[in-house]
């Protein structure tokens, strides 16, 4: 999801001065937990409060015996602020929030591009009170430009839970349909989401609402309403209609002998109004994706078809995302999608390819080939890919695209 109002370069300086930064902070808090004490269950960073899953432990691997702490365990209490379990008013208080930097490389027969880009960077919090109540708030920032700094808030929700079994959440939260819109940033097995995610996913992916959730082993559920009028960077205008969500999954892992074979089906239905501008403009949207992991290798697929309004073509789209294991830490990944429309102009193309040709097209393919390094499983970690796509305009009215993408970023999160 690209950001608005973002200048495409930032200096080296500006790139050094960050980094260093960061290797600051690690090392203070490094130097600070020597002088704390945390179980090692306190040490873990949090994910997005997504649908309990155990594909989440990790990047694609079983979990393993509890080793003794590693030093990313010591630098990683730093998110821990306090703990108490046996208080009566507030159990917890956690900083969150994620730092991802890209750079990519675009070389088209349309024209060629590069940039340095921090493509997500987001501080909060989170507080357990009361045993059941869970209060998140998160805001996303952008230094490379001094205005806007403060870009939007993403999550402003109060989450109520006793077990996995039943989740109540309301406020401003991630929506989360299909596959790759299901995953967290933070998660993500290639670089970014597939144009699957970003033609038929809702590219603003917290919007206000309430919604239920859970995990009733082998099952999981979701299901939601939400705001869908005039965007902007708290809650929205709440002027224009809603939409439903309703979302089930059963894990077939146990029966296959998997970790997981979770096979999900989700359905949005959205009311039609022109101030719909938190979402795209779809009607209805139906996705099927699976998610299958073993120790050694993985694969996640999606089948979504979407109907649109006001000018909107309808869509349909295939991803499909195998991954091998090397090693506990090495890890390769691969990626085909086609987005088609029935109509002209209904398809947009991804982040930096867009930065080449804003126009859109009618039937979109990719092929992405990437690699992995986990250096603290998906709180810190190294990634890159090649992205061979080419997009074609039966309008002839400037959506055409043929060319090669290389992105790399580092990813981290807390």
Same mark, same amino acid.
């Given at each position: ?12 300086? &500006? ?9 600051? +902070? ?7 937990? =020597? ?16 649908? $309990? ?18 030093? /990313? @365990? ?5 998110? #821990? ?12 208080? =956690?900083?969150?929030?994620? /730092? ?63 077990? *996995? ?7 401003? =939260? ?29 590219? =603003?992916?917290? +919007? ?17 309403? !939400? ?9 929205? #205008? ?28 989700? !359905? ?5 109004? $022109? %101030? ?16 299958? @992991? ?19 073509? @309808? ?12 090693? *506990? ?15 002209? %102009? ?6 930096? #390819? &867009? ?34 796509? #080419? ?9 055409? !695209? ?13």
């Amino acid at each position: 999801m690209s950001l608005p109002h973002r200048h495409s370069h930032v200096t080296r300086c &500006s790139i050094v001065a960050v980094l260093c930064s960061l290797m600051t +902070m690690f090392a203070a808090a490094a130097a600070h937990a =020597q002088n704390v004490t945390a179980t090692p269950a306190a040490v873990a960073a949090l994910g997005d409060l997504r649908l $309990p899953s155990p594909a989440r432990t990790s990047q694609g691997q079983a979990p393993a015996t509890t080793p003794p702490p590693s030093v /990313y @365990d010591r630098i990683w209490r730093f998110a #821990e602020w306090y703990r108490n379990d046996k208080a009566r008013v507030i159990q917890r208080v =956690q900083f969150t929030g994620r /730092y991802q930097h890209d750079y990519a490389l675009v070389d088209s027969d349309q024209g060629d591009h590069d940039e340095w880009n921090i493509r997500r960077f987001r501080l909060g919090g989170r507080v357990t009170m009361f045993r059941t109540f869970l209060f998140h708030a998160e805001v996303e920032l952008n230094p490379q430009e001094r205005d806007p700094f403060y870009v939007r808030f993403t999550d402003f929700y109060l989450q109520w839970s006793r077990n *996995p079994r039943l989740v109540l959440t309301g406020g401003k =939260q991630a929506v989360q349909f299909t596959s790759e819109g299901a995953t967290s940033s933070r998660e993500l097995l290639t670089v970014d989401r597939s144009n699957l995610a970003n033609n038929i996913w809702f590219g =603003q992916e917290y +919007m206000p609402g309430f919604s239920v959730s859970g995990r009733v082993a082998p099952w999981v559920y979701r299901a939601g309403v !939400y705001s869908s009028g005039a965007m902007n960077r708290e809650f929205g #205008e709440f002027n224009g209609g809603v939409f439903t969500l309703a979302l089930l999954g059963y894990d077939f892992g146990p029966k296959l002998g998997l970790r997981e074979a979770l096979v999900t089906g989700n !359905y949005l239905y959205q009311q039609e109004d $022109p %101030n719909n501008t938190f979402t795209r403009q779809l009607r209805h949207i139906l996705s099927v994706h699976t998610r299958f @992991d073993d120790s050694k290798w993985g694969l996640r697929t999606d089948v979504s078809k979407a109907t649109g309004y006001l000018g909107q073509s @309808d869509l349909w789209s295939v991803m499909a995302m195998p991954f091998l294991n090397v090693t *506990p830490k090495f890890q390769l990944v691969g990626r085909y999608t086609i987005v088609k429309s029935d109509g002209n %102009n209904g398809v947009r193309l991804t982040t930096y #390819e &867009s930065r080449v040709v804003p126009g859109r097209g009618d039937r979109f393919d990719e092929f992405y080939a990437g690699a992995n390094y986990y250096f603290y499983a998906h709180r810190l970690k190294l990634q890159t890919g090649i992205e061979w796509a #080419e997009m074609k305009d039966n309008a002839n009215d400037g959506g055409a !695209y043929s060319g090669v993408a290389w992105t790399s970023g580092i990813r981290v999160g807390w």
